[in-house]
């Protein structure tokens, strides 16, 4: 059985988590394949809510195996304190797997995050403060530390001195701040080798013989494809590759493997942090949003900016992920309004454009250009198939997947696990 892919297509936040969770019962891995804990995956099972930065979200699903693939960055600490929790409300953690290969957070990292951000003021990126992007940095700039490393204590005290020599110069003439003590952070990170260790192992094995034996893998993105570093709303983006093709790199599975590409879009639009954002809206429409939608962020406490469903955006994912499938989320939210304007296209310098511009600063001053769809006033958190839908509902689905380029496969219309309406099997 080949492996399929589940990612964001927006800004992130669109529901990944209800999406894995819901494959969780028919998937043997779930692997998270880059980003760290600056992801936010929101499960709801029964009235039961899981808030969920680092781990897969498949960690609910017992006949699952969890990973967290090379492509990941681990705070260990964030990492324990989300199995202690899930541990103490009767959670079964022991499946879980780590990449030896996927590279650590240190205490720096954190640091160098924070003073960074501090230090351009206005123009901050709007990270998350966890360290995340510094991390990817020293990876690129082979002074990473691995999670391999914790188990050679030299090789460790080594990478560490090297990485802060040049830290350390940083943080006390530029930022004025103290230098940080290597031998704490080795201290600190040794600390963790123990308990790290019936987790680690070779990740790259372990999923490409489950796909020889014909084992369902599902590699499940953090944030979304325009949060890419190569393909999102640069400078204002993540520090991997939350695509399609990260799943690849950030697992060590062959693209050949891969038969389905799940793109998880909300029925409207919301973004968190800092960077363009054409149908943001700043009036009651987008206060009810994100009232109405539950509209912060599950990592940052942020309130997320709100606006209408973008199809240029939706049509930009489906081509450089190579969508097969959508998974519609949050239809429910939409129940109440008379009309609904869906983004068809920009303009940008009077002049129509229908395909996202590739150049920043046409994106920066690129205006919505709307069609209006009739509402619908009926509550749907009860359907169970298309049919059940209003009219008026399902061609608002019909007509998003028209401009967007892939069919619309299940559709959320409600929080909980079983208010999902499924129309085509994402499982062959």
Known sequence: MPALVLLGAQWGDE???????????????????????????????????????????????????PVIGNGVVVDPSVLFSELNGLNERGVDTSKLLIS??????????????????????????????????????????RVGIRIQDLYDESILTQKVEAALEVKNQLLTKLYNRRAIEAGQVVEELLGYADRLKPYVADTVLILNEALEQDKVVLFEGGQGTLLDIDHGTYPFVTSSNPTAGGACTGTGVGPTKISRVIGILKAYTTRVGSGPFPTELFDEDGEALRRIGGERGVTTGRDRRCGWFDAVIARYATRVNGLTDFFLTKLDVLTGW???????????????????????????????????????????????????????????????EEMSGAPISAIGVGPGRDETIEINSFID
């Not at 894995?20 to 995956?41: C, E, F, I, M």
């Not at 640091?111 to 990876?139: H, N």
Request: net charge neutral; proline share 6%; glycine share 10%.
């Open 100 to 141: 030896g290969n996927a590279h650590i957070i240190t205490p720096y990292n954190v640091t160098v995050d924070k003073v960074t951000e501090r230090f351009l003021g206005k123009r901050k990126i709007g990270t998350t403060g966890r360290g995340i992007g510094p991390t990817y940095a020293d990876k690129i700039n």
């Open 338 to 400: 008379e009309e609904i304007p869906v983004c068809v296209a920009y303009e940008i310098d009077g002049k129509r454009v229908e395909e996202l511009p590739y150049s920043q600063t046409d994106f920066h001053h690129a205006k919505p250009v709307y069609e209006t769809l009739p509402g619908w006033s009926e509550d749907i958190t009860t359907a169970k198939t298309f049919a059940d839908l209003p009219k008026n509902a399902q061609a608002y689905v019909k007509a998003l």
């Open 15 to 65: 529901g990944k988590g209800k999406a894995t969770d819901l494959l969780g019962g028919s998937v043997d891995y779930v692997v998270r394949y880059q980003g760290g804990n600056n992801a936010g995956h929101t499960v709801v099972v029964g009235d039961q809510k899981y808030a969920l930065h680092l781990l897969p979200s498949g960690i609910l699903t017992p006949e699952c195996t």
